[in-house]
């Protein structure tokens, strides 16, 4: 590790269904907790658009650029872990039957239905997010307005604002009390204990890592909640220097549309700056709300899963890895009744953990 230059900012990841990708200096790295108990892992390129076009890189265009192309990537990554967790799930279960609708679409149409199936689901949580976090905070800040008697006009970036904030954190909640949903919350965890046990240079190994905290200022939970407060600030600057915004519901609604890509840009780069600047003071207090949220968003993870978090680490950084790891099954051994008793056999203590 002493002869390994780290980087902050350099590795990233997101947790799957069963499994974690990690983005390295080697490319994309997907470890998969398979159902047999085995761990698969894989390695992919995976060049981000700045790589390919240096412009892409600058400062305020690389955040909304990064973060589509993340999206769109990690989208395909958990697609491919649902699929192959489910396959796997099937196989072990033994699974030969097929109902005819199944057997029939996967005749006519095979992998292009599922790219569809996977358009429209994609769509269909654009829409949804527009819809939760545009819409709805601005037509319950209308009723709520008509309410006070249409005088609370002054304060409607930030009561909107709050709302938002609000869905977000309810929705969260709500989804981590699913119980798959709350597992790829701890693979979520220990995707960023990983990472921070390798940025503070310590050797991966399930003890450092499960030592680590699960709370990290990079993470995608953190920027969010940033792109939440910089809305915020933006909307009512904006209703400041043109206060009739406000008595426009479509307009206001094409400019909160219209204003996300420079939310974004300026989100990235604060989420970037805090990931170098970890013992910040100042960068501790802004990145504080972010972080409080990664106690929903993220759990503390089993050693198994931890196990998952490093090879998927491993692999991302360009060190050895195992494209499959065995299950590891304990085996009691039975004595045999051949064997004559030990006479300084004890009686059998449990283990510990």
């Given at each position: 590790?002493?002869?390994?230059?780290?980087?902050?900012?350099?590795?990233?990841?997101?947790?799957?269904?069963?499994?974690?990708?990690?983005?390295?200096?080697?490319?994309?790295?997907?470890?998969?907790?398979?159902?047999?108990?085995?761990?698969?892992?894989?390695?992919?390129?995976?060049?981000?658009?700045?790589?390919?076009?240096?412009?892409?890189?600058?400062?305020?265009?690389?955040?909304?650029?990064?973060?589509?192309?993340?999206?769109?990537?990690?989208?395909?990554?958990?697609?491919?872990?649902?699929?192959?967790?489910?396959?796997?799930?099937?196989?072990?279960?033994?699974?030969?039957?097929?109902?005819?609708?199944?057997?029939?679409?996967?005749?006519?149409?095979?992998?292009?239905?599922?790219?569809?199936?996977?358009?429209?689901?994609?769509?269909?949580?654009?829409?949804?997010?527009?819809?939760?976090?545009?819409?709805?905070?601005?037509?319950?800040?209308?009723?709520?307005?008509?309410?006070?008697?249409?005088?609370?006009?002054?304060?409607?970036?930030?009561?909107?604002?709050?709302?938002?904030?609000?869905?977000?954190?309810?929705?969260?909640?709500?989804?981590?009390?699913?119980?798959?949903?709350?597992?790829?919350?701890?693979?979520?965890?220990?995707?960023?204990?990983?990472?921070?046990?390798?940025?503070?240079?310590?050797?991966?190994?399930?003890?450092?890592?499960?030592?680590?905290?699960?709370?990290?200022?990079?993470?995608?939970?953190?920027?969010?909640?940033?792109?939440?407060?910089?809305?915020?600030?933006?909307?009512?600057?904006?209703?400041?220097?043109?206060?009739?915004?406000?008595?426009?519901?479509?307009?206001?609604?094409?400019?909160?549309?219209?204003?996300?890509?420079?939310?974004?840009?300026?989100?990235?780069?604060?989420?970037?700056?805090?990931?170098?600047?970890?013992?910040?003071?100042?960068?501790?207090a802004l990145s504080f709300p972010?972080?409080?949220?990664?106690?929903?968003?993220?759990?503390?993870?089993?050693?198994?899963?931890?196990?998952?978090?490093?090879?998927?680490?491993?692999?991302?950084?360009?060190?050895?890895?195992?494209?499959?790891?065995?299950?590891?099954?304990?085996?009691?051994?039975?004595?045999?009744i051949d064997d004559p008793p030990?006479?300084?056999?004890?009686?059998?203590?449990?283990?510990?953990?």
């Open positions: 590790m002493s002869e390994e230059k780290i980087e902050l900012g350099k590795v990233g990841g997101e947790a799957l269904m069963e499994g974690i990708m990690m983005r390295g200096p080697k490319g994309a790295a997907v470890s998969l907790r398979m159902a047999d108990g085995s761990i698969e892992t894989s390695l992919r390129q995976s060049k981000l658009p700045s790589e390919k076009y240096k412009f892409l890189g600058w400062p305020l265009i690389r955040g909304p650029v990064s973060l589509v192309y993340s999206m769109a990537f990690g989208y395909k990554c958990m697609m491919e872990s649902a699929e192959k967790i489910t396959q796997g799930i099937m196989d072990s279960e033994e699974v030969v039957s097929e109902s005819k609708i199944d057997k029939w679409l996967e005749d006519h149409f095979g992998p292009k239905m599922m790219a569809a199936v996977s358009a429209v689901g994609l769509i269909l949580g654009l829409a949804l997010a527009v819809g939760l976090f545009t819409l709805l905070p601005i037509y319950a800040f209308t009723g709520i307005n008509l309410l006070a008697h249409d005088s609370l006009g002054a304060w409607k970036a930030v009561i909107e604002g709050v709302i938002r904030i609000a869905i977000f954190v309810g929705y969260m909640f709500a989804m981590s009390q699913i119980p798959d949903i709350r597992r790829v919350f701890q693979y979520h965890g220990a995707e960023h204990k990983s990472i921070f046990c390798y940025e503070y240079g310590l050797p991966l190994t399930v003890e450092n890592v499960r030592a680590q905290s699960r709370f990290h200022p990079r993470c995608g939970t953190s920027f969010l909640f940033v792109m939440l407060l910089l809305g915020m600030i933006l909307s009512a600057i904006l209703l400041l220097l043109f206060p009739n915004l406000k008595d426009h519901n479509a307009l206001w609604i094409a400019v909160k549309i219209l204003q996300f890509p420079l939310i974004m840009a300026f989100g990235y780069e604060f989420i970037r700056f805090a990931g170098k600047h970890l013992k910040n003071p100042l960068v501790r972010g972080l409080a949220m990664q106690r929903i968003t993220t759990k503390e993870p089993d050693d198994g899963i931890i196990e998952v978090g490093i090879q998927a680490l491993t692999a991302a950084l360009g060190r050895p890895f195992e494209a499959r790891i065995p299950a590891q099954k304990e085996e009691e051994e039975e004595p045999s030990s006479d300084t056999a004890g009686p059998e203590e449990p283990g510990e953990d």
